[in-house]
């Protein structure tokens, strides 16, 4: 056994049961999307094809403008007219604590 995966084992060891269970989602999402290595379809091939072209002449929409949005309209749905998420620029302070 290599001396990072014995001390990987120690670590996991020490760990309480609560970090454990997070611990191996994270480490089933490492592993399932090393498998994900399969080729794709031709449809697919086409849709990612017709993306890149897009992208070529389009700019895309900023994460944070997406977050922004949804939120709004989530708060909206929700009936939370006078939360922190009814207006869209009052979440800043989300990116100020990330």
């Not at 609560?18 to 399969?38: I, K, P, R, W």
Request: proline share 3%; aromatic share 10%; charged share 30%.
């Amino acid at each position: 056994m290599s001396d990072t995966r014995q001390h990987a084992h120690e670590l996991i060891d020490r760990m309480p049961d609560t970090q454990l269970t997070a611990l191996v989602g994270l480490l089933e999402t490492f592993v399932d999307s090393a498998l994900e290595d399969e080729e794709i379809g031709d449809e697919e091939a086409r849709a990612v094809a017709r993306s890149k072209e897009w992208f070529k002449h389009n700019q895309g929409t900023p994460f944070e403008d997406v977050v922004v949005n949804w939120a709004s309209r989530w708060s909206r749905s929700a009936g939370l007219r006078n939360s922190a998420f009814a207006d869209g620029p009052a979440i800043e302070w989300f990116w100020d604590t990330r």
